[in-house]
């Protein structure tokens, strides 16, 4: 080659180069934001580790590519300062929302609520007071309350009145700042024996007769489908007070199409009463590694494809 041709050859290649900048022999621009589902699944840290490693904001990542659009998260307010900042931050830039969190320590196997206790009573409003800050920090609206265990010896009737009460002065910490405190009735027979609150009817009580904005229902469908199944008539009867869904499927617990229950239809029905909560993925996967996570995957773009 001449060397006035070698030089012009040169000149027009570094001229290229200099038109598209350091991009010009880069890889493509990942392409992210999946199709979102028609409901607003949230996944939860942990679900998709195989898939998009160990670290938070990787995990945020991936949820979001395959179209999810919000988290759940039930171990929030045990979690550093420091991550809680850097889950927030990550979910606002993806435009991604906050699921639940669980708002104060659970009594599994002995009362608190029902009981009547005044310090037992005072500690959960203690904590209540401590989650408003946890839901400022995570942009969180909705935090998850388990009346606890029953009392023993003592009759539905008083134990509900002391749950009531507890319920009312935790309104009233929770209503100034637009949170809302969801009630999960948990299944008798297979998880949590023993819990106070099981059935939606029942939680239906309690919030009418706490009558504040900030105390709704969580409607799990997995407890329900085990404690009073006929699910979506149930659903409906108690719709004026629902304000957060969880899934899993039944028996196993893990997603959706694994067990008996018919979620399209299920969904379906969310979609037509016009609900525009989160649905929170409180389920195992039912096969490991990649392949059980692209299954989970698989299993809501099934059920979801109700329109």
């Known amino acids: 080659m001449e060397r006035r ?25 990942r392409v992210v934001g999946g199709k979102p589902f ?51 931050s ?22 608190n609520l029902t009981n009547g206790d005044a310090a037992l009573r005072e500690e959960f409003l203690t904590q209540i007071r401590e989650s408003v800050e946890v839901a400022k920090r995570t942009n969180a609206k909705w935090m998850t309350v388990v009346c606890g265990h029953v009392t023993l010896g003592l009759e539905m009737a008083y134990q509900t009145a002391n749950v009531m009460e507890s319920l009312k002065q935790a309104s009233a910490i929770l209503e100034p700042h637009g949170l809302v405190m969801v009630l999960e009735p948990l ?15 029942q939680a239906f009580e309690l919030c009418k007769a706490v009558d504040s904005p900030a105390c709704k229902i969580l409607y799990d469908i997995y407890h329900q489908q085990i404690s009073e199944g006929n699910l979506i008539p149930n659903i409906n009867m108690a719709w004026d007070e629902i304000a957060y869904f969880q899934v899993g499927d ?12 018919n979620y399209l239809n299920v969904f379906k029905n969310l ?20 392949e059980g996570e692209r299954a989970v995957i698989d299993a809501y773009r099934k059920v979801d494809s109700f329109l």
């Not at 070698?6 to 038109?19: C, E, H, K, Q």
């Not at 039944?250 to 229950?261: A, D, F, L, S, V």
């Open 5 to 29: 041709n070698f030089i012009r050859n040169t000149l027009a290649v570094t001229s290229l180069t200099a038109m598209a900048g350091t991009n010009l022999f880069a890889s493509p621009k």
């Open 38 to 88: 028609n409901l607003n699944y949230a996944p939860h840290f942990g679900m998709f580790k195989n898939s998009s490693g160990e670290d938070f904001e990787d995990q945020l990542q991936f949820m979001y590519d395959e179209g999810f659009r919000a988290l759940e998260d039930n171990g929030m307010k045990g979690r550093s300062l420091e991550d809680q900042k850097k889950i927030a």
């Open 90 to 111: 990550k979910m606002e830039k993806l435009g991604m929302a906050m699921g639940v969190f669980v708002a104060h320590n659970v009594y599994w196997n002995e009362p």
């Open 187 to 201: 299944n008798w027979w297979t998880n949590h024996r023993g819990q106070f609150l099981v059935n939606a009817p």
């Open 250 to 261: 039944n028996p196993g617990r893990m997603e959706p199409t694994t067990g008996e229950i």
């Open 271 to 290: 979609n037509d009463k016009g609900f525009k909560g989160v649905v929170g993925m409180e389920h195992g996967n039912s096969k490991p590694g990649k």
